[in-house]
């Protein structure tokens, strides 16, 4: 069974997330941290939301601030291109035969529309959103319930991944991991490279 992250996998979508953070605290008069935006680039929409009112000592309430988030996301989501090579990849792994599902932190409107954009639904057999489980995928549970959802047998598994965290939570309930690389977390390579079983540049390294 092969599960792919989304963002930053499958779609070159993380720079849109850096693009709304800064115009978000640029409306609001503050600065970002890298401590900020490492703890909202790897948590679900809601705990971001959470965390950003908290770090920043903000007079909103979190639903307030995923409505202006979401407020250039959807557009941004429609026009998301895919990474080099992903939708050749995920052409022939579907001509294989080999089973696939999405496994994503990403906002479920936002990963629809994302999925629409490039026809992607009819590759998946199912989408497994963290977001829905009140999970981080960086918590071990979200890759446990998705196995048992989807019948497998973690070990029978290979993730598709670009966030070191992610990774290592698959790894440690026995899922295979091929990290992909994205800008964003270019700094964690080495990290990568220890912890995946295999760390591609692109997909086009597999086709």
């Known amino acids: 069974m092969l599960l792919f992250d989304l963002d930053g996998t499958l779609i ?77 990849f995920l052409r022939r792994c579907r001509d294989a035969g080999e089973r696939m599902a999405l496994v994503t932190a990403c906002v479920p409107t936002l990963c629809r529309t994302a999925l629409a954009r490039h026809g992607l639904e009819p590759f998946f057999e199912d989408v497994i959103f963290a977001q829905e489980m009140g999970l981080e995928k960086r918590d071990p549970e979200v890759f446990r319930r998705t196995a048992e959802r989807l019948g497998v047998d973690p070990a029978a598994c290979t993730l598709y991944e670009d966030a070191p965290a992610n990774c290592a939570s698959a790894k440690s309930v026995g899922i295979a991991v091929v990290g992909v690389y994205d800008y964003f977390y270019a700094k964690y390579r080495e990290e990568m490279e220890r912890i995946c079983d295999r760390y591609i540049e692109s997909f086009e390294a597999l086709l």
Not at 34 to 58: C, K, N, W
Request: hydrophobic share 45%.
């Open 12 to 88: 070159d979508s993380n720079g849109i997330w850096e693009d709304i953070d800064l115009q978000f605290l640029g409306r609001h008069g503050l600065v970002p941290t890298e401590e900020y935006a490492q703890t909202v680039g790897h948590s679900i929409f809601p705990i971001a939301a959470q965390f950003t009112r908290d770090y920043y000592h903000l007079d909103m309430e979190p639903e307030a601030i995923m409505a202006e988030w979401m407020e250039g996301a959807g557009d941004a989501y429609a026009a998301v291109d895919m990474k080099p090579g992903a939708l050749a």
